[in-house]
């Protein structure tokens, strides 16, 4: 006899056989019961969770000889079913059958009764294939077909299925299966099979099924081809090509302490050694949620992760800043679908890792004015009990807008504190204090060409725009005239343009970016009184000049 798959060997045979879907199982048995069958059910749900399967069992319970309602699995009728040779129960794939002439010929073989069963069942698996206008022809007959048909129709899209038509039907939504209960059918079936496994390999099997015991028990199967009769991690690890959670942890180190070259060795290695690329980025967004969940007490608690890796996470998770674990998840995020898509994804996933080393690290505004309590004694030296914090090569200054001293300031009951991050601080050779807009509007014509030189293109727009206010060292940027392509421009770039006020002008400044549109009718309403006040003054020294006068 030739081998049978364990995902077909271990098939439910009985609905309490049916692993995960008690709401829907009690609720068919309790029907049955009650002789409360619908003429038409439709089950909904993931891949692998037991919808084909329990459409046979209701088609098995409906045409059972000893026992309607709960199949005795012994009777002609209940083993020819099983099989897939009843002449009275018909499998149809809605994906090869999907057109309006095949929905047509079901609509005839119904009207015959049964061969030797009292019902005659129709499963349509798939069923959100059919077309639009097979659907239609399937209206009629699925809400009043004869007295001895049935319909079960299957999807794992219901989104795709008419309205219509799930209104002649009961709906039934298969959930997806827990690991706890994929971990305890492996655990019976290898039980059944004699052959020994470890926890950890249980558990990354019943993971990697993703909720789908089909999965699971494919995935046990190939398991099992590989390792013999037992078991191990590390023969699991080899047929499933997982990456070692270890491999995760250092990459997350080396972000977290800059280090560029661990990191770029880290990468490598993950190429190297042919890691799938779309389950490496998965599996680091997964290892992300777990080590944001680890900063919670007891958090770990609901995953089914083994002790020494619950401690592993929570270990590394005090290292780590919570906001800055977030900003990380953010940029691996957002690349996991980006990966799926682009035609060099080791690329794409080197690049964005290592931008992340260029990200500071977050410091909250309590925890700064906290540090800046007493930044300055009374003798006008700096405090030396004052914290300094030099990481990342980034000062942090505390100024203080008011005529009193800093801790006359500091008293007061509310003081205007502003604080500032700059980065590699250069010498200033204009204050700011000293500075005006109009000084500001002298030396803009040399920032548009020092800013062209490098990047012509903000350059460009930016020689459309006006400076129309500033204060502190706040400036704003009008865009006269422009299009909302041309402000995005300039708002996606506003790092670099601050960068390059900050060379021309000696200081930081903040910019803010605005869009106007210009009165072109009073621009040129300016220009024909400047000219007819020029041809005025010109005439009115003609006449001065001869003597002369204007006649009307």
């Known amino acids: 006899m030739s081998y049978l798959v364990l995902s077909l060997k271990y098939r439910p045979q009985t609905f309490e056989e049916v692993v995960g879907q008690e709401h829907i199982t009690q609720t068919l048995t309790n029907a049955f019961k009650k002789d409360r069958v619908s003429q038409a059910y439709l089950f909904t749900g993931p891949r692998g969770v037991g919808k084909t399967t329990t459409a046979r069992l209701v088609a098995k319970a409906l045409n059972c000889m000893e026992s309607p309602g709960n199949p005795c699995n012994k009777c002609s009728n209940c083993i020819e079913i099983t099989d897939g040779r009843n002449m009275d129960v018909l499998e149809i794939d809605g994906a090869s059958n999907r057109g309006i002439e095949e929905i047509r010929s079901l609509r005839d073989a119904i009207q015959y009764a049964p061969i030797n069963s009292k019902f005659k069942i129709f499963i349509i698996d798939e069923v959100h294939m059919l077309t639009t206008p097979a659907f239609n022809a399937l209206l009629r007959t699925l809400e009043e077909p004869p007295e001895h048909g049935k319909f079960i129709l299957a999807t794992t899209d219901i989104y795709k299925v008419p309205a219509t038509i799930i209104?002649?039907?009961?709906?039934?939504?298969?959930?997806?299966?827990?690991?706890?209960?994929?971990?305890?059918?492996?655990?019976?079936?290898?039980?059944?099979?004699?052959?020994?496994?470890?926890?950890?390999?249980?558990?990354?099997?019943?993971?990697?099924?993703?909720g789908s015991l089909r999965d699971a028990l494919s995935i046990l199967d190939q398991v099992i081809a590989y390792s013999g009769d037992k078991i191990s991690i590390e023969s699991v690890s080899k047929v499933l090509g997982l990456i070692p959670?270890?491999?995760?942890?250092?990459?997350?180190?080396?972000?977290?302490?800059?280090?560029?070259?661990?990191?770029?060795?880290?990468?490598?290695?993950?190429?190297?050694?042919?890691?799938?690329?779309?389950?490496?980025?998965?599996?680091?967004?997964?290892?992300?949620?777990?080590?944001?969940?680890?900063?919670?007490?007891?958090?770990?608690?609901?995953?089914?992760?083994?002790?020494?890796?619950?401690?592993?996470?929570?270990?590394?998770?005090?290292?780590?800043?919570?906001?800055?674990?977030?900003?990380?998840?953010?940029?691996?995020?957002?690349?996991e679908p980006q990966v799926k898509r682009a035609t060099q994804p080791h690329i794409l996933i080197e690049l964005s890792l290592l931008k992340l080393l260029e990200l500071d690290s977050v410091v909250t505004i309590e925890s700064l004015l906290g540090k800046f309590q007493n930044p300055v004694s009374h003798s006008g030296r700096e405090n030396p009990k004052t914290p300094s914090n030099n990481s990342n090569k980034t000062s942090k200054s505390l100024l203080l807008k008011n005529d009193n001293s800093p801790n006359e300031n500091l008293k007061s009951e509310n003081p205007k504190i502003e604080i500032n991050t700059i980065s590699d601080p250069k010498p200033n050779p204009i204050s700011n204090k000293n500075i005006d807009l109009d000084a500001i509007n002298e030396k803009w014509d040399e920032f548009i060409v020092e800013l062209s030189s490098e990047r012509p293109s903000i350059g460009n727009v930016l020689s459309h725009c006006e400076v129309s206010q500033f204060a502190g060292n706040r400036l704003e940027i009008k865009l006269v005239n422009g299009n909302n392509f041309n402000l995005r421009t300039l708002e996606k770039n506003k790092n670099v343009i601050e960068n390059y006020l900050e060379k021309v002008y000696g200081f930081p400044l903040k910019t803010a970016l605005l869009m106007t549109k210009s009165d072109e009718s009073q621009k040129v309403k300016k220009d024909i009184k400047k000219e007819n006040e020029k041809t005025n003054n010109t005439t009115a020294k003609i006449i001065e000049l001869f003597d002369g006068e204007i006649l009307n």
């Open 167 to 210: 209104s002649r039907c009961q709906r039934f939504d298969f959930n997806s299966i827990t690991i706890h209960s994929i971990s305890e059918q492996i655990k019976y079936v290898l039980g059944k099979e004699k052959i020994e496994i470890d926890n950890d390999s249980l558990r990354i099997i019943a993971q990697k099924a993703d």
């Open 245 to 335: 959670t270890d491999v995760y942890f250092n990459i997350l180190d080396a972000i977290r302490i800059k280090n560029g070259k661990a990191l770029v060795d880290l990468l490598a290695e993950v190429k190297s050694k042919g890691m799938p690329i779309q389950e490496f980025i998965s599996g680091l967004n997964r290892h992300i949620r777990n080590m944001m969940i680890a900063t919670i007490e007891k958090g770990l608690d609901v995953f089914e992760l083994n002790i020494g890796l619950k401690k592993q996470y929570e270990e590394a998770a005090k290292l780590w800043n919570i906001r800055d674990i977030l900003r990380v998840s953010k940029v691996i995020t957002d690349i």
